[in-house]
């Protein structure tokens, strides 16, 4: 007899594994003749897909969080695993392989070169993923037109507004079509209304598939995102669901005014 119901094989697939996982991590530095606590046993899942901002005061830990994320620094103690790749068990190679095709960065300052044109920066990260300069100025040129610069390709850093250096940067960021999008304070340097046209991107590329961590203090900036994570000396004291579903509707209905 065939069964009554018909049961979707998805929904008995086992869920897949987060993408960054971290467990019991601490990090400590040497300070004079003692130690300096940065984090503290933390234990955090991020799945694929997820929108979130790491949030707390200065000194709480959301920096070392940062650089644990972007595999630019490994635990004192516990473990992290990122795209199932346990970090500390990495070579310097491997690591730098690691963040060049799963990671793309986006920063306060935008990190350009002052005397290269959008589409050379852009072109940067694929020096090692794609040879052929032909492939690699293609791949720039789509990023910069999703970003909403193809106009702007052969402007040098002095030519764009604040806004714009950030969204070659974020094009910068995504020209390795990485997993994971790690931005730190990335409207920390713009006004208002630009802040909220680059969270508003953020969020149309998180739609996308790709997964977004934004460390930052600002509450406005934490409320565009899907979930705040909050440290204080070390330690997450928070892990919730954000307002997103209010605050970008908000968003986008300045931007369209």
Known sequence: MKPDVLINETQCAPAAPPLIRLRRVSRTYPMGDGTVTALDDVSLDIAQGEFVAIMGPSGSGKSTMMNMIGALDVPTSGWLLIDGHEVAQLSAGEQAVLRNRTIGFVFQQFNLLPRTTALQQVMLPCLYTRP???????????????????ERLNHRPNQLSGGQQQRVAIARALVNNPKIILADEPTGALDTRTSEEIMALFAGLNTQGITIVIVTHEPSVAGATKRVVTFRD???????????????????????S
């Open 132 to 150: 052929r300069v032909r492939d690699a100025e293609a791949a720039a040129r789509r990023r910069l037109e999703q970003v909403g610069l193809g």
């Open 234 to 256: 070390g330690r997450i004291v928070g892990d919730s669901t954000s307002k997103r579903g209010e605050a970008v509707p908000r968003i986008r209905e300045r931007l369209a």
